[in-house]
């Protein structure tokens, strides 16, 4: 009986050693995937370069605040030809260590030159713009003016729910809400 139990046992352990030298390898492809095929599959929102050239123009800095990790979110900007456009990029560890979103913004509002949490209300407005719960939340814990877009991932009444500051249905909605914001 204690044999089978110590067999049991190790085999149970032995099973967690897997898992956890599986982990990152299966991240490791994941990233490769994405990184080397599913980053060229993506495509921009319609309008979205000429929304940032707008905002670049009227002297807004930007800041990507995203879970990728660092070196993929700025290869993705550099795809998309908007490199030049972001002052700041707040991702998630290279190392695929799970960040959350509040302190991804908190890094990129750091990397802008802001002390997160920002005073509600502050001029000029910082806003948080996303399509997820996870962007309304960390931009609210951060200070930001939250603004969700409904052209994103968010599943149905998920913005509902974790009701943002503003919502826009389209991109010159979000350009005339961010300059009124200015």
Same mark, same amino acid.
């Given at each position: 009986s204690?044999? &089978?139990s110590?067999?049991?046992? &190790?085999?149970?352990?032995?099973s &967690?050693? &897997?898992? =956890?030298? =599986?982990? @990152?390898?299966v991240?490791?492809?994941r990233?490769?995937?994405e990184?080397?095929v599913g980053l060229?599959e993506?495509?921009?929102?319609?309008?979205i370069?000429?929304?940032l050239? *707008?905002?670049?123009?009227?002297g807004?800095?930007?800041?990507?605040? =995203?879970?990728?990790?660092?070196?993929?979110?700025?290869?993705? !900007?550099e $795809?998309?030809?908007?490199a030049?456009r972001?002052?700041?990029?707040g *991702?998630?560890s290279?190392d695929? *260590?799970t960040?959350p979103?509040?302190?991804?913004?908190?890094?990129?509002?750091?990397?802008?030159?802001?002390? @997160?949490?920002? *005073?509600?209300?502050?001029?000029?407005?910082?806003?948080?713009?996303g399509?997820?719960l $996870?962007?309304?939340h960390?931009g609210?814990?951060?200070?930001? =003016?939250?603004?969700?877009?409904?052209?994103g991932f968010?599943?149905p009444?998920e913005?509902?729910?974790?009701? @943002?500051? $503003?919502r826009?249905?389209?991109v010159a909605?979000l350009?005339?809400?961010?300059?009124? !914001?200015?």
């Open positions: 204690s044999s &089978n110590n067999s049991n046992s &190790n085999s149970s352990d032995s &967690n050693s &897997n898992n =956890t030298n =599986t982990r @990152p390898i991240l490791d492809c990233n490769s995937y990184s080397e060229f993506a495509t921009l929102h319609p309008g370069v000429p929304l050239d *707008a905002l670049v123009a009227d807004v800095r930007l800041a990507l605040a =995203t879970a990728k990790p660092h070196e993929q979110a700025c290869t993705t !900007l $795809h998309f030809g908007i030049d972001f002052s700041a990029v *991702a998630a290279a695929g *260590a960040r979103k509040q302190v991804i913004v908190a890094d990129a509002l750091t990397q802008l030159g802001y002390r @997160p949490p920002l *005073a509600r209300g502050s001029r000029p407005a910082v806003a948080m713009v399509d997820r $996870h962007d309304v960390g609210r814990v951060n200070g930001c =003016t939250t603004v969700a877009v409904e052209w968010a599943q009444g913005l509902d729910a974790h009701a @943002p500051d $503003h826009v249905a389209d909605e350009l005339a809400l961010l300059r009124r !914001l200015g």
